[in-house]
C-alpha cells in the first residue's frame, strides 16, 4: 500500500499548482508548466515502482507466548528481520487489544546496515487479566526518494497471557516469604504430638496405653510404644466459585467517618480501572489472588497444593503438589477464569471431591453463601465431605451487611430501610456461621482487601494446630 508522503505534497504544493495556473493564466507558459508537471508525476510514477519492493526480506517475529502482569508495566519484545542487511527506517505497529494499554501508538526504530536481525521493545501496562491473541504486524517505511510511505500488514502470530498481579498482595504477608525459618520471621509453636508413624521404641513409664503398639508388644513379649512425627507434606486445596456469585464487582466494605458521602455509609478502595470502557473488578478476581498466594505460602511450609474450579459443573482440576513447574500450571489453570452467569452446583463438585480425594486434605472454599437458598444447598452438600476433610469456608463480606446502628450517617428513610436489609444479610450469616460450625465446618467473611493475608493466616493457625 502507498501513501502520499508530506514531500510529495509539498512538490505539489510547489510545482503542480502553481503551475497549472501559470499555464491558465500565461497560455506560453505552457509548454514549461507540463515539462514541469509529467517531471513530478514521472517522479512520483518511478519512485513507486522501485517502492514495491521496500519490504523484501523483511519479516517480524513475536515470541509464541507472551507473559505479563496485570497493572504492572512491561514489554513486547519484536524480532524484525531484515535479510538484505541494508539500513532501513520503519515505523511498526501492533493491533493491542483495549485491555493491553500502550503509551505509543506506533514505534520508530532503524534497521542497522550489516546486521540480518534487530529487536524493538513495545512498553505495555495490562489492564485485565486472560489471554489476548495477536495475528498482524504493521510496517511502514519511506520509499527510495521519499515521495511515498510505503505500508504493509504481516504476520505476527502470538499469544499475551496477562498473569494476576501478586506483588502488591505480597507485601502484606511478606514474612512468609522470607527463609528464616519454617513459618516466617518467628517459628511458631507446634501444638499436638502429630499423626504420621514415626518409629516404635521401648515403653518408658508414663506413656499412655492409647500409644502402645500391641501387636509389636505380643510379638517381643515386652510392651512396645508407637512415636508420631508433626505432618509435614498435607495437601491443600482452593476450590473457587466461579458462578455468577463471584461476577459481582469487588469492593472495600469497610466504613469510616469518610464514608459520609456514600448512601451506604462504605468506601470503595479498589482501584478503578484507567479505560472506562473496561468493566469493573469482580470478586473473581479477588479469590484468583488469594488462591495463588495461598499457593505461594503452601509451597513454603512444605505442603502440597492444588485447585479446583466449578460453576454448575467442574471446570478445571489440578492435583495437588509442589515445585515451580507446578506453580506455574496452577497459575496457568487460573489466568484465563472468568465468572459464568449460571448457579453454582455444589452437589455436582461434593461428589467430585468425594470420588478423587481419598487422602484427607484442607479444602479452602472461596465462595458467596449470602443468597439463603444457595447456602442451604451449601450445606446439604457438605455432608458429603466434611468428615472425611478439614474445610474452610471463606467469603467476602458483602457490601451493606453489617449490624443495624452500626452506620452513623443514616439521614434519609431510604437509607434506614437499606440499613435493615443488610442487617437482615448479616444476620443470616451469622446463622449460617452457627449451622457450619456445628457440622465443623469453619466460615469466615473477610475483607477484600485484605482477602490474602486473611486467608494465609487462617491456614497457618490450621497448621500449628494440627487441625488435619
Not at 504476520?155 to 502488591?168: C, F, G, K, Q, T
Amino acid at each position: 500500500m502507498l501513501v502520499p508522503d508530506s514531500k510529495l505534497l509539498r512538490w505539489v504544493a510547489v510545482v503542480i499548482l502553481p503551475f497549472t495556473t501559470v499555464a491558465a493564466i500565461v497560455p506560453e507558459a505552457a509548454p514549461l508548466s507540463a515539462a514541469l508537471i509529467l517531471g513530478v508525476v514521472a517522479l512520483a510514477v518511478l519512485d513507486a515502482m522501485f517502492g514495491s519492493g521496500t519490504f523484501d526480506g523483511v519479516s517480524v517475529e513475536l515470541p509464541e507466548v507472551i507473559r505479563l502482569s496485570k497493572d504492572r508495566a512491561g514489554v513486547i519484545e519484536l524480532r524484525i528481520r531484515n535479510q538484505r542487511r541494508r539500513s532501513k527506517r520503519l515505523r511498526v505497529g501492533l493491533a493491542l487489544p483495549l485491555e493491553i494499554h500502550s503509551p505509543d501508538e506506533d514505534l520508530w526504530t532503524t534497521l542497522p546496515a550489516g546486521s540480518e536481525f534487530a529487536r524493538l521493545s513495545w512498553p505495555c501496562t495490562p489492564l485485565r487479566r486472560g489471554t489476548y491473541p495477536l495475528e498482524n504486524c504493521y510496517l511502514e517505511s519511506p520509499s527510495a526518494w521519499g515521495v511515498w510511505a510505503v505500508r504493509t500488514k504481516m504476520p505476527a502470530v502470538a499469544e499475551i497471557r496477562v498473569y494476576p498481579n501478586l506483588l502488591s498482595e505480597r507485601t502484606s504477608v511478606g514474612a512468609l516469604f522470607l527463609h528464616r525459618g519454617s513459618f516466617g520471621v518467628h517459628t511458631h509453636r507446634q501444638v499436638g504430638k502429630g499423626r504420621d508413624f514415626e518409629k516404635l521404641r521401648e515403653y518408658i513409664p508414663g506413656d499412655g496405653y492409647d500409644e502402645i503398639h500391641w501387636k509389636a508388644t505380643a510379638k517381643r513379649g515386652r510392651p512396645v510404644t508407637k512415636v508420631y512425627q508433626i505432618e509435614r507434606t498435607q495437601e491443600v486445596y482452593v476450590i473457587i466459585d466461579a458462578s455468577r456469585l463471584s461476577a459481582r464487582a469487588s469492593e472495600d466494605t469497610g466504613c469510616g467517618p469518610q464514608a459520609a458521602g456514600r448512601p451506604d455509609g462504605c468506601v470503595s478502595s479498589t482501584p478503578q480501572p484507567a479505560t472506562q470502557n473496561l468493566k469493573p473488578s469482580t470478586v473473581l478476581e479477588r479469590f484468583i489472588t488469594a488462591a495463588l498466594i495461598l499457593g505461594l505460602a503452601a509451597e513454603q511450609q512444605g505442603d502440597l497444593f492444588g485447585l479446583l474450579t466449578f460453576s454448575n459443573r467442574v471446570q478445571r482440576f489440578v492435583r495437588a503438589k509442589n515445585g515451580k513447574m507446578h506453580y506455574a500450571a496452577c497459575r496457568d489453570a487460573l489466568y484465563a477464569l472468568h465468572p459464568e452467569v449460571v448457579t453454582p452446583d455444589f452437589d455436582e463438585v461434593c461428589s467430585f471431591i468425594r470420588l478423587r480425594l481419598r487422602r484427607r486434605a484442607l479444602l479452602v472454599f472461596l465462595t458467596a453463601l449470602d443468597d439463603p437458598v444457595l447456602a442451604e444447598s451449601f450445606v446439604r452438600d457438605l455432608d458429603l465431605i466434611r468428615r472425611q476433610h478439614l474445610i474452610l469456608v471463606s467469603s467476602v463480606q458483602p457490601a451493606g451487611a453489617r449490624p443495624m446502628f452500626s452506620n452513623p450517617h443514616v439521614k434519609s428513610l431510604d437509607e434506614v430501610y437499606r440499613e435493615l436489609g443488610g442487617h437482615v444479610r448479616w444476620h443470616n450469616l451469622c446463622e449460617l456461621e452457627k449451622v457450619l460450625q456445628r457440622r465443623g465446618v469453619r466460615f469466615s467473611r473477610l475483607e477484600s482487601e485484605k482477602l490474602s493475608a486473611q486467608l494465609v493466616s487462617q491456614y497457618l493457625d490450621v497448621k500449628q494446630r494440627q487441625m488435619i
